[in-house]
């Protein structure tokens, strides 16, 4: 599976826009990019996934760079809710579709 | 929307003993499910492939005798960790592609294993 870099940690306030990077030069043709995120004791969630384009919706948005070696999740108006891990993941379009995590990006959201 | 559920939510059992965690896909049909644990501040690692029908796929470094997996249906997967010793406390967490396409994967809620 193709290895995805993110920051460790980042901090933002309430009510801001945030920006989450990743990193993903290794990606092939028909990896889909997926983000997930992981609240404190519970299962991860699906927040969006794109392929080239950017995409909307009604949690976040996803930029991807044109040559699609990084992409970047935006969540407009961050709320205390927002604090989790965020997690950046390629996933092949065919084979076992399974989701391998990396170390994804703890994000603080400070009142 | 699709929602797959977990229990137990917690478990504590004596080391040696055996401990089951089922997975169910709650309205929507999943021949493939996921397993992963979890230590504490530290990533999910993916454990294995449940396949409804069929065997297990289980990742490298995982032992199929330790943890068995069972698909019986299309809606439940189960997890038993056999002989559970300290090692083994973890968060075990499963999924479900609703399906078959690069779709989301929906994850249970999790169930936090203690072994004394």
């Known amino acids: 599976d193709a290895k995805t870099t993110q920051p460790n940690s980042m901090e933002s306030n309430e009510e801001e826009p945030v920006h989450l990077p990743c990193n993903h030069s290794t990606i092939s043709g028909t990896d889909y990019i997926h983000w997930y995120r992981q609240l404190p004791s519970q299962g991860p969630e699906y927040v969006i996934h794109?392929?080239?384009s950017n995409v909307n919706n009604r949690m976040a948005s996803l930029a991807i760079a044109e040559d699609r070696k990084s992409s970047t999740l935006i969540l407009h108006r961050a709320t205390l809710r927002d604090a989790a891990v965020y997690y950046c993941i390629l996933r092949e379009i065919q084979g076992a579709q399974k989701l391998v995590f990396g170390q994804g990006t703890r994000l603080t959201i400070n009142p | 929307g699709a929602v797959v559920s977990q229990h137990p939510s917690w478990v504590i059992c004596k080391s040696g003993t055996s401990v089951k965690i089922e997975c169910r896909s709650l309205d929507f049909q999943a021949t493939t499910m996921f397993w992963y644990r979890q230590f504490p501040k530290q990533s999910l690692m993916l454990m294995a492939t449940?396949?409804?029908?069929?065997?297990?796929?289980?990742e490298q470094g995982v032992e199929k005798d330790k943890f068995l997996i069972n698909h019986a249906s299309l809606t439940l997967s189960t997890l038993t960790v056999t002989s559970a010793h300290p090692e083994d406390s973890s968060f075990y967490i499963c999924?479900?592609?609703?399906?078959?396409?690069?779709?989301?994967?929906?994850f249970g809620s999790g169930t936090q294993l203690s072994v004394l």
């Open positions: 449940s396949n409804e029908g069929s065997k297990a796929t289980y």
């Open positions: 794109g392929l080239t």
């Open positions: 999924s479900a592609p609703r399906t078959s396409t690069n779709e989301k994967l929906f």
